[in-house]
């Protein structure tokens, strides 16, 4: 019982996530919706609230804005758990691609961040995507789970065979080190791994953590790093005012305020709209890492 | 009786007068029949089955949509050799849209599209240079630069972009249309949007507007039968767009004859002009490219469909056709137009080639309007980058 449907998915959509699947699951499954965000996302609270698993597919995160109204997350809370659109899973990808400008490459994940009863998930790589989606669609509650669309082409990735799940909620440690605690997520990574190995070359030891589930997110993993190391760099592309950044920052200031050595740093997009030809400026690259 | 009622039961005889009657004492005029009769919805009669024309507006007519042609062909090129970056959308095929709305609009009157947006830029008079160096993101393009292929705009014309989000040009023409209204101009405004964008629920919002509050608005729906790949039958319970509304009236045009779109665009504008409301135009058009640049458009539609189109229907050699038959211009001067033209927009690319990129401030201008005190950061955010006033 379980239906994915969006713009385009049938013959594969426009970044053939979706290929092969009506063939094998046939289209009263795998079907296209016309293009209709709101009513799209609504259609899948109405298919959840029946108790199945809605997979809806937003071509580009930043068509979501219309749908974002259909309030999903305060469905369980305002029925008093009558009803619930556990069930529904939205899938959208997101984030910069080198080409996109302005309503290609949005990062909106901040934004759904502030909705308690949603969760957000994003994956770094293949075989990380395969295990959260299984878990994403098989939770409870409604996700939102935003793929980066660089990593489409660029990710290369040994995934298993069969059905396994990640478990959502838990931030990974990537990297061990010492001296200082990286925070990031999906194809900001590798940006950050990068990083990491200019910085080893100066002596300092990087700790990197994939933070995988924003909302509602691994609090201890990260506070037990910064605990260790004492610094916190969080990075993110989305502008830096408001961003999810400034949560992270914020909570472990609050949980390690007497272990920290220096401020918490943000390293992300610039308070601008995205901007198409300003792209290599707006990103947060790999060039500043900042020690105490 | 006061003035404003004369002068307005005035301007509503002279506005009901065909122009014909005028035009057809003018030695040089030219009728040109249209074949497909117009459909109708909500409307006793439709616009004239004949257009009177000249031989001048027939020579810019066709180097008009000869230049969106050659223009669109070379932003072909040009992305493919990533000179352009980003998105684009071409036009051509569609040509007869834009010019014959143009040919019944004035500058007074303002226009809203969506991202395909390249050919009614210069239907509202922005030159090819702008168009290319918008594209490729220089400091020379209309937008400076930042805006890009789905950003294209034209203050001093009313020309209004441009906008990527599918749906949008409903609501904000109904905004236009209702500042038209309230500064008593008498003026139109036109919001474009295709099939695809036709069962979007803003759409619906803007023409309940528009209804109940009488805006000179007109919905023109540019229907080329495909919303990127989906075709209408298979998004659309309803395929045509005209009447899709039961308090609007509406007209189907056939979209590849300019002088249709040209008879209906005048209807159109004088209903609304008499206090009538809103009005819906469906020209059922064809774009030969695919929906981007990286959509080769052969994978939902067969070539045959595309190639017969191109035989059957083409604009611009319905025209030449039309030209040549009335003696307006032979076939060896098409040819040197043609080549003056080609030679125009390649200029025009290599200019706009060589043209700077904006200036690193650019960046963090014109987010706010005298970008109020905001201190933008570099990657370091110990490091202020810029301040601006």
Known sequence: ?292 | MTRSTVGSLARRLFASQPRQAAAAQAPDAINVEIPVPFQLHLLQEGPARESVTSREELVKMYRDMFRIRRMEITADKLFKSQLVRGFCHLYDGQEAVTIGMEAALTYEDTVITAYRDHATFLGRGGTVHECFAELMGRSTGCARGKGGSMHLYKPSNNFYGGWGIVGTTGPLGAGLAFANKYEKKNNVAMAIYGDGAGNQGQLFEAKNMAGLWDLPLIFLVENNHYGMGTAEWRASKKTTFYDRVSYIPGIKVDGMDAFAVKEATRFAKEHCLSGKGPIVLEADTYRYHGHSMSDPGSTYRTRNEIQGVRQERDPIERIKKLMIKENVMREEEFKAVDKEIKQEVDDAAAKAKDDPNPGEEELFMNIYKNDSGLKTYGCDRNMVRVQLP
Not at chain 1, 78 to 100: I, K, M
């Open chain 1, 1 to 292: 019982r379980a239906y994915v449907f969006g713009e385009d998915v049938k013959f594969g959509g426009v970044f053939r996530c979706t290929s092969g699947l009506a063939d094998a699951f046939g289209t009263h499954r795998v079907f296209n919706t016309p293009l209709c965000e709101q009513g799209l996302v609504g259609f899948g609270i109405g298919l959840a609230a029946m108790g199945n698993r809605a997979i809806a597919e937003i071509q580009f995160a930043d068509y979501i804005f219309p749908a974002f109204d259909q309030a999903t997350a305060k469905f369980r809370y305002r029925s008093g758990n009558a009803f619930n659109c556990g069930g529904l899973t939205v899938r959208s990808p997101y984030g910069a691609v080198g080409h996109g400008g302005h309503y290609h490459s949005q990062s909106p994940e901040a934004f759904f961040c502030h909705v308690p009863g949603l969760k957000v998930v994003i994956p770094r790589n293949p075989s990380q995507a395969k295990g959260l989606l299984l878990a994403s669609i098989r939770d409870p509650n409604p996700v939102i789970f935003f793929e980066p669309k660089w990593l489409y082409r660029l990710s290369v990735d040994e995934v298993p065979e069969g059905d396994y799940m990640l478990p959502l909620s838990n931030a990974e440690v990537i990297r061990e080190g010492t001296d200082i605690t990286l925070v990031a997520w999906g194809a900001q990574l590798a940006v950050m791994q990068q990083a990491c190995a200019e910085a080893e070359k100066e002596g300092i030891s990087c700790e990197l953590i994939d933070l995988r589930t924003l909302i509602p997110w691994d609090k201890e993993l990260v506070e037990a790093s910064v605990n260790k190391t004492g610094k916190l760099i969080v990075s993110h592309e989305a502008p830096v005012t408001g961003g999810f950044g400034a949560e992270i920052a914020a909570t472990i200031a609050e949980r390690c305020f007497l272990r920290l050595e220096a401020p918490i740093a943000r390293v992300c997009g610039l308070d601008t709209p995205f901007p198409l030809v300003f792209e290599p400026f707006y990103m947060p690259t790999a060039n500043k890492v900042s020690t105490a």
